[in-house]
């Protein structure tokens, strides 16, 4: 049997480097000649990542559930083109994912399981890799503040979530795949090697079918 794409999905609070490493995990994969593509979630291109934008610059006010529910609706939006990808063999880079969708709404103070649940059936990841920078830390690098969600304390809290999320998912055996925490308070090179030693064995494919989350 042909084995389909790896699905790795990075994840972190706001500034803890996601963009800078799943860019540079994009440039491994293509200097090993391996096809891959990097999403970003939010995806604000599209008519709901519009309204997510709006939001997080502040220049649209929605409930706290019904954006839960838009950004749960833009991961919807793209499940189709995920499979298409990881069904040819392209690998799948995420740049957050469900687990964000989680945390940060958790983190306002709606039940976690409430949270959870338009994303149960997602395609599950194979690695989820969690960026652990100090809110601190995180706050002296560029451009924090800009938007919603970077304030020291509500980030503090999103962390925590992050935390118990992951370790539901070590606990929950092979359904959620794997989630790896990596100090991303290290130079972006250390990070770098880390993030690849972690997702170089399943860089050239994964045998079986791709799961679903929580399910
Ligand atoms: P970004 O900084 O990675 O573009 O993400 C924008 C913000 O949206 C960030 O503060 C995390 C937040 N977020 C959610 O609240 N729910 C979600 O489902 C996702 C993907 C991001
Ligand atoms: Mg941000």
């Known amino acids: 049997m042909s084995k389909r794409g790896p699905f790795i999905v990075i994840e972190g609070l706001d500034r803890s480097g996601k963009s800078t490493q799943t860019a540079l995990l994009l440039a491994r994969f293509e200097a090993s000649g391996i096809p891959a593509k990097l999403l970003k979630f939010p995806d ?12 997080l610059k502040s220049t649209s006010e929605l409930d706290d559930r019904a954006i839960h529910l838009l950004f749960s609706a833009n991961r919807w939006e793209l499940v189709s083109t995920i499979e298409q990808l990881l069904a040819v063999g392209t690998a799948v880079i995420c740049d957050r994912y469900a687990f964000s969708g989680i945390a940060f709404s958790a983190s306002k103070g709606i039940s976690y399981e409430w949270c959870r ?5 997602l395609p599950a990841p194979d690695l989820s890799l969690f960026l652990d920078i100090s809110p601190e830390a995180a706050k002296t690098r560029g451009g924090y503040g800009e938007e919603r969600y970077e304030k020291e304390e509500m980030q503090r ?3 925590e979530v992050f935390r118990r999320i992951g370790k539901e998912i070590d606990g929950g055996g092979r359904e959620d795949g794997r989630w790896v925490n990596i100090d991303a308070g290290k130079e972006k090179e250390v990070v770098e090697g880390e993030v690849w030693a972690l997702v170089e064995p399943l860089a050239r494919g994964v045998e079986g079918p791709l799961r679903r989350l929580w399910t």
């Open 117 to 121: 649940a338009p994303d149960v059936g």
């Open 157 to 159: 809290r999103v962390g």
């Open 44 to 55: 604000r291109t599209t008519a709901i990542g519009q309204m997510i934008d709006s939001y």
